[in-house]
């Protein structure tokens, strides 16, 4: 089946625009994760969704980032007034939650949106 | 505090040979385990898991995993090394009893090069 998608790949933009990075998670996948993963480290949490709730924003940087998901399925992360120390790759992850009674707790990666700002 | 230590930066290994990628862990309960790698230019892919049950657990293109509680440790393995494993591997461990248990703690991240 289709996994994590995510648009667009790459985004370039001018320092102080404002920009919408969209995921879109496995078909029927509760959970739904956003990560910011510098070149050769791991990946940092940002922020957590269960169905469309947003239950954990502790990692966004500051509040010029946001995110939604509003119906419970696709989230868009975005970021105002961009800056460059924004430049990374931010990744989005789903996980199936609980379905069928069994609880699946691994997460699935979307391929990533570079961003880069100049 | 919860935290995933690798202890090697990077892992030479002669095609062939077995490899093992380390991983150590520190959760308040039981932990949930997971290993997933990172080819170049790619995203992270899901290679194993570890629950509950045996503690050998199989993945993904032939790599395995063993938990080991007394050593609080879950080291990846393959037999047989190829050249298409090189690549970036995590460990990442799961504190159920934390409140935020949804989040994964990720080590930094083995280097693995498989020299031909």
């Known amino acids: 089946g289709a996994g994590v998608s995510q648009s667009p790949r790459y985004k370039v933009t001018k320092r102080g625009q404002d920009v919408a990075l969209r995921c879109d998670p496995i078909s029927g996948h509760v959970s739904l994760y956003w990560y910011r993963q510098a070149l050769g480290q791991g990946p940092e949490f940002l922020t957590y969704f269960n169905y469309e709730a947003q239950q954990d924003k502790s990692g966004l940087p500051n509040d010029r980032f946001s995110a939604e998901r509003p119906e419970g399925s696709i989230s868009t992360l975005t970021i105002q007034r961009t800056e460059q120390r924004d430049s990374a790759m931010y990744r989005c992850a789903s996980s199936a939650g609980l379905a069928g009674g069994k609880t699946s707790y691994e997460q699935y990666f979307g391929p990533g949106t570079r961003l880069t700002v100049t | 505090a919860q935290s995933v230590a690798q202890p090697e930066d990077q892992v030479n290994v002669a095609e062939g040979n077995p490899l093992t990628v380390k991983c150590t862990y520190s959760?308040?309960?039981?932990?949930?385990l997971f290993w997933y790698v990172q080819y170049p230019n790619r995203g992270l892919q899901f290679l194993l898991k570890y629950i509950t049950g045996d503690n050998l657990v199989k993945g993904s293109y032939g790599f395995e995993a063993e938990f080991n509680k007394s050593q609080t440790s879950f080291h990846l393995k393959k037999p047989s090394a190829l050249v298409s494993d090189s690549a970036l591997y995590f460990c990442?461990?799961?504190?159920?009893?934390?409140?935020?248990?949804?989040?994964?703690?990720w080590g930094a991240g083995t280097k693995l090069i498989i020299k031909p």
């Open positions: 959760v308040s309960g039981n932990p949930y």
């Open positions: 990442a461990v799961r504190d159920i009893f934390l409140d935020s248990n949804y989040q994964l703690i």
